[in-house]
């Protein structure tokens, strides 16, 4: 545990080091960051060493670039929810003239943006949404389905906490079935998640969360979802030690997504989807956090875990 | 070699072929496909390959998001040159009243995008752009600087050709520094990337390249930058034996990333700069095409290569 966890600032503390060692660099955009060797090899291997844990439950694996077809997205339900969070994606589709216009504007630092009109994708917002269109407008074996997916993720949320980027990794298991069967998946993954972080060397804890949902009706739907207990997080110190910062996010959709979908049931009836995601940066950042900056002198339980 | 490479429509076999293979999965955006597992874990190797083959550079490595600061892309000059191919990043920062008028807009499949002014971020046009930002407004040691960069990048050129993906990825390293040594570094890659290419078994041939620049002004630049010698290519067959991919491109740049961005060499003068790129997912379909769809049928030279 590093000294500055304790002393009452420890975020911005926690914060200047990263950066003063170049762990992670600043491109001059809020949550926007370059990635060290020594930062992104750590990812890589959390990456690596989730899928190992979970090999044996033999999910599908499929990978998916950082942008999402906009029509999934629109069908997703995420526009409801989330606007503010949405990153949409458009390009130039005018005249030479129009483009000279757009020059100009740069210039000055003007807004050329309208003359960008959305495109036909938008960045994924979560790892796991371009699975639901995967299984769209057709019938789930009887087993179900379990796949596992990783990509980059977007979040317009500019913030100086290193925990919370707009651009970061994601690596979920997605499971859609009955109702039965993925609640009783969801319930296995969260002692299962206990025992991950605990390997780890962090200090975890279940909480009951709420996604942050936009507008007015939005604190109607968080109440909601945590009364029906629709979201679990594993939280461990990041930013600081008051307020921990989600590493493992737990969600159950009940039929949002099968709806949405219309991804049935081998009975006949609407799918209930589970998600279990790693927050992979996240994960990094709360090991150089919780055993220092020194990787090679981390335990030798945690370097075992992570091929070190 | 496989049997469809000779009949006249090569390009539409292969794309069938891995479609119905499943390596590649439509999403219904053309240019943006999910990845099997056996796809992924070929690009990751080829990643992984040129990292190693490279380690004796003694590049410094750094990675980025798939996003790129705005004010960065402008100062770039990427679109003055290609703006029909850039991707920008946008995000809803309207009311209650203004989300439910988009929400309706998305409803009657409308347009909603402008609810959606431009973010701070554009999409990574080519992995090596962050790079001159690292680089901006300083004086290079008086051996220049050599990074390696890889990272997913976008570009609007929605396509059936699988080996021009909207998103993909880039494996670069990027040498600044003086006009003597950064011209001797780039011509020592050309023999250098064909012997990579013949390593994997390829029929790669050396190409004299020109990028698709924007406009009727644009022409101008692709005669100058042929008559310079400014970018090279490594193509091989992907969708047509007649019309090869590149799947290397060497690139030198003269001053323009070195004066846009402020970066002068020891002795005080504007910066030159190189790249050279590998197309990792288009090194992947090529090794397919070449090799056939049975990975562990492929050559014990080329196996032994990606460590398989």
Redesign the interface.
């Known amino acids: 545990m590093l000294a500055i966890d304790r002393d009452g600032t420890p975020a911005t503390a926690f914060r200047a080091e990263v950066i003063e060692r170049g762990l992670l660099?600043a491109?001059?955009?809020a949550g926007?960051?370059?990635?060290?060797?020594l930062f992104?090899d750590t990812v890589t291997r959390i990456d690596r060493w989730v899928s190992s844990l979970v090999s044996g439950d033999n999910a599908d694996?499929?990978?998916?670039?950082?942008?999402?077809?906009?029509?999934?997205f629109?069908r997703s339900g995420y526009?409801?929810s989330f606007?503010?969070?949405?990153?949409?994606?458009?390009?130039?589709?005018?005249s030479?003239r129009a483009?000279r216009e757009?020059?100009e504007s740069?210039q000055q630092s003007g807004?050329?943006?309208?003359a960008?009109?959305?495109?036909?994708?938008v960045?994924t917002p979560a790892a796991c949404y371009?699975v639901y269109?995967?299984l769209a407008d057709a019938a789930l074996p009887p087993q179900g389905r379990l796949i596992d997916v990783m990509s980059?993720c977007?979040r317009?949320e500019?913030s100086d906490d290193l925990a919370r980027?707009?651009?970061?990794r994601m690596h979920e298991q997605v499971r859609a079935g009955n109702e039965e069967s993925v609640i009783a998946w969801r319930e296995r993954w969260v002692p299962r998640a206990e025992a991950f972080t605990a390997a780890l060397g962090l200090d975890g804890r279940v909480e009951l969360a709420s996604d942050p949902f936009?507008?007015?009706?939005g604190t109607m739907l968080a109440v909601n979802q945590r009364d029906r207990r629709l979201k679990l997080e594993i939280v461990v110190p990041i930013a600081s030690e008051e307020r921990p910062t989600p590493i493992i996010s737990l969600n159950y959709h009940e039929d949002h997504f099968g709806t949405a979908f219309g991804i049935v049931t081998a009975d006949g009836r609407p799918a209930h989807t589970s998600c279990v995601g790693f927050g992979l940066e996240r994960m990094a950042l709360a090991l150089f956090r919780r055993h220092g900056f020194d990787r090679p002198a981390w335990p030798a339980a945690v370097r075992r875990e992570l091929g070190l």
């Open positions: 660099t491109t001059g955009v926007v960051y370059g990635r060290s060797d992104e694996i499929v990978r998916f670039p950082p942008v999402l077809n906009r029509t999934h629109e526009l409801d606007p503010h969070l949405a990153g949409t994606v458009h390009a130039f589709a005018g030479e483009h757009v020059l740069a807004d050329w943006s309208a960008f009109p959305a495109t036909a994708v960045l371009p269109p995967m980059y977007f317009h500019p980027m707009q651009s970061f936009f507008g007015r009706g």
